[in-house]
């Protein structure tokens, strides 16, 4: 079946870049997602890439897409303090629904 | 644009009570769909529907789990009865058809004791 895999944490210094790295299965998904949570709050889109595409920038974060690979990187330039959550990957089968992956909980230290 | 409603966004209830958890989606929105996330499992997908119809109820851990779509402006997710088990967010999302993007309400807390 489907599978969307993600190491678990990832620590970095303030001002440093975060690469939060995704392998998924589904070579049929049509867009991958990356999501952010907070502690105590719901899901937020931070933002998707279409499965024809290689690469996606929106300010400090640039999405990566291998789909040979089905490998996903969402890289966070100068990442603050801020930033420290937990990011899903997720990718939308055929119909909609989204395959997450276990999240990656990202510290940012100062 | 108010964004996916939830509610109640913090329950605690006792085992072997009901739980009814609600969800307005975005209106204009015809896919629903009902997640839970608990740190054993992740976020798993429950049930989703489309112009209200359940498509794929595979997720719905067992029979005391259902879950209605009377219209397109309103879904519950009713837990009867409850175990402590049960204890976890459940989120609501919603996005229309070709739609890209999928967005989440900010989840109901539930703790069964």
């Not at chain 1, 867009?31 to 719901?42: F, N, S, T, V």
């Not at chain 2, 359940?54 to 779509?69: L, N, Q, V």
């Not at chain 2, 175990?83 to 900010?106: N, W």
Request: proline share 4%; charged share 20%; net charge negative.
């Amino acid at each position: 079946g489907e599978d969307v895999e993600q190491s678990l944490f990832l620590s970095v210094r303030e001002g440093d870049s975060s690469v939060i790295n995704c392998t998924y299965t589904d070579s049929s998904s049509t867009y991958l997602y990356w999501y952010k949570q907070e502690p105590g709050a719901g899901l937020q889109l931070l933002t998707y890439i279409f499965s024809n595409m290689d690469m996606k920038q929106d300010q400090r974060l640039t999405v990566l897409l291998n789909k040979k690979d089905k490998h996903l990187s969402l890289r966070i330039a100068d990442t603050q303090t801020g930033d420290s959550a937990i990011y899903f990957c997720a990718e939308r089968e055929q119909g909609g629904k989204l395959i997450f992956g276990q999240g990656t909980e990202l510290s940012v230290k100062p | 644009d108010a964004g996916v409603i939830q509610s109640p966004r913090h329950e605690v209830t006792e085992m072997g009570q009901e739980v009814t958890l609600r969800c307005k989606p975005i209106s204009g929105h015809d896919y629903l769909f009902w997640y839970r996330q608990t740190m054993m499992r992740g976020l798993e997908l429950l049930i989703y529907f489309n112009n209200n119809v359940p498509i794929d109820d595979s997720g719905m851990p067992e029979d005391r789990f259902s879950a209605k779509m009377p219209n397109a402006s309103f879904s519950t997710l009713k837990i009867q009865p409850s175990e402590p088990r049960d204890s976890a967010v459940y989120f609501c999302a919603s996005t229309r058809t070709g739609g890209y993007t999928i967005y989440f309400g900010e989840g109901s807390w539930l703790t069964v004791v």
